[in-house]
């Protein structure tokens, strides 16, 4: 964080005021530019005497913009740590934020010009920041000049953080709708990870649940362009779009109806059923940017889940033939495909022709699966506090005797 030292009797603020001001009449001629200037540094102090931040930092705001294209780099970064520095002068937090909003909508405006030094100035306020909804502004504005001055690799490396940001920030759903979505839009911009785009769709989407639906249908986009994501992505094989209201509208939905479709095939239905959707819409897929072959190969591991989950834990290899489409040779090599992707947990029995799951993961993990995985859990805590309980009544028990042996042996 850059600090200012005063290197004058002359208070910070109003040394800005006076270069900024010189700077900009500059070039109106010494008859011109010095009554402008004692003007606005009289103003300046009027307000500092007064307390009128706000009038300040509007004062400082506007003369420091006209001559964001001239100064330096250095000159422009000590100038607006001076400026960001009043919303620490009041003494309420609803005016510091007032100033917040008012230099950071400043600071944003046209993103393009020094983008990078525009992301550091307005990071440099948010660490000013007391007021936690304040930061929240102030770092949407980041957001947006990281986006539209293509400068996002600056600001990636925050989203990471998001989590205990959300915590310290106590957002509204309506903002934090608009957090998720500006996020995943930079994701989408940028070509980051399948995942990490994923993540913060559906965080967008999940903030739709309850919702009228006139609300819920401003979600439709992104709510196809999520499916997509997903039965594009190789390596994502569970999700619970399937119960989310965002997703659940495009279900009747005269665009998007069959996305939708292609959802339910991939999430709870076998391949035979990817084969016949691709039959009339394979155009469509293509429009998407889907691959056939990738989507057979993502359609294959799921079904043998499917298998898995439906069967009594033993899988014959002529099952797994049948219902992948394949040939004999091919059986195995889609178990361990299978195995690799932590998909399933079995053996294989080359002498019975048959595969023995132990483990299989869910295709679709929503509230059935939370509550069958709480019961486990309650199950499981059950169990050891009984072990507990056992290992601690015999440990008396063998103490006890200890002592009768004792008082035996005198």
């Known amino acids: 964080m850059t600090t200012v030292v005063p290197t004058s009797e002359e208070d910070p603020a109003l040394s800005v005021v006076r270069f900024t001001a010189e700077m900009s009449w500059a070039e109106a001629g010494p008859e011109v530019a010095e009554p402008q200037v004692t003007s606005l540094c009289m103003e300046a102090q009027e307000c500092m005497i007064a307390g009128r931040w706000l009038d300040l930092a509007s004062l400082m705001i506007t003369s420091a913009d006209l001559v964001f294209s001239k100064a330096s780099e250095k000159d422009l970064e000590c100038i607006f740590t001076v400026i960001c520095n009043l919303v620490k002068k009041p003494e309420s937090l609803d005016e510091s934020l007032e100033i917040s909003k008012l230099l950071s909508t400043k600071i944003a405006q046209q993103p393009n010009e020094k983008p990078a030094l525009k992301l550091k100035i307005l990071f440099n306020l948010y660490n000013m920041l007391e007021n936690p909804y304040g930061r929240f502004l102030v770092y949407m504005k980041a957001l947006n000049v990281a986006a539209n001055g293509k400068v996002t690799e600056h600001i990636i490396p925050s989203f990471k953080k998001i989590d205990t940001l959300?915590?310290?920030?106590?957002?509204?759903?309506?903002?934090?709708?608009?957090?998720?979505?500006?996020?995943?839009?930079?994701?989408?911009?940028?070509?980051?990870?399948?995942?990490?785009?994923?993540?913060?769709?559906?965080?967008?989407?999940?903030?739709?649940?309850?919702?009228?639906?006139?609300?819920?249908?401003?979600?439709?986009?992104?709510?196809?362009?999520?499916?997509?994501?997903?039965?594009?992505?190789?390596?994502?094989?569970?999700?619970?779009?399937?119960?989310?209201?965002?997703?659940?509208?495009?279900?009747?939905?005269?665009?998007?109806?069959?996305?939708?479709?292609?959802?339910?095939?991939?999430?709870?239905?076998?391949?035979?059923?990817?084969?016949?959707?691709?039959?009339?819409?394979?155009?469509?897929?293509?429009?998407?940017?889907?691959?056939?072959?990738?989507?057979?190969?993502?359609?294959?591991?799921?079904?043998?889940?499917?298998?898995?989950?439906?069967?009594?834990?033993?899988?014959?290899?002529?099952?797994?033939?049948?219902?992948?489409?394949?040939?004999?040779?091919?059986?195995?090599?889609?178990?361990?495909?299978?195995?690799?992707?932590?998909?399933?947990?079995?053996?294989?029995?080359?002498?019975?022709?048959?595969?023995?799951?132990?483990?299989?993961?869910?295709?679709?993990?929503?509230?059935?699966?939370?509550?069958?995985?709480?019961?486990?859990?309650?199950?499981?805590?059950?169990?050891?506090?009984?072990?507990?309980?056992?290992?601690?009544?015999?440990?008396?028990?063998?103490?006890?005797?200890q002592s009768m042996q004792g008082l035996m042996i005198r």
Not at 294 to 316: Q, W, Y
Request: with cysteine; net charge negative.
């Open 166 to 401: 959300l915590k310290e920030w106590n957002l509204e759903l309506q903002d934090q709708r608009q957090l998720f979505l500006a996020i995943s839009n930079i994701l989408k911009e940028h070509k980051s990870s399948t995942k990490e785009t994923y993540k913060f769709l559906t965080k967008y989407l999940a903030t739709f649940s309850g919702e009228d639906s006139h609300v819920i249908n401003e979600a439709k986009e992104e709510a196809a362009f999520t499916i997509i994501e997903f039965v594009k992505a190789p390596d994502m094989f569970q999700c619970d779009l399937l119960e989310m209201p965002a997703v659940a509208q495009l279900e009747k939905d005269t665009k998007y109806s069959l996305v939708f479709e292609l959802l339910k095939i991939f999430l709870i239905k076998r391949l035979n059923a990817y084969m016949e959707f691709y039959t009339t819409n394979s155009e469509l897929l293509k429009s998407y940017g889907l691959v056939h072959e990738d989507c057979i190969t993502k359609m294959r591991l799921m079904t043998i889940v499917d298998l898995a989950s439906n069967e009594s834990g033993i899988i014959s290899y002529l099952s797994i033939k049948n219902t992948l489409q394949i040939e004999d040779d091919d059986v195995e090599p889609w178990v361990v495909k299978a195995i690799t992707a932590k998909l399933i947990d079995c053996k294989i029995d080359q002498m019975n022709q048959v595969i023995i799951v132990s483990r299989y993961s869910e295709r679709v993990f929503g509230v059935s699966q939370w509550e069958a995985l709480r019961t486990k859990l309650t199950s499981w805590r059950g169990n050891i506090a009984n072990v507990i309980t056992t290992i601690q009544a015999n440990k008396v028990t063998e103490e006890g005797t």
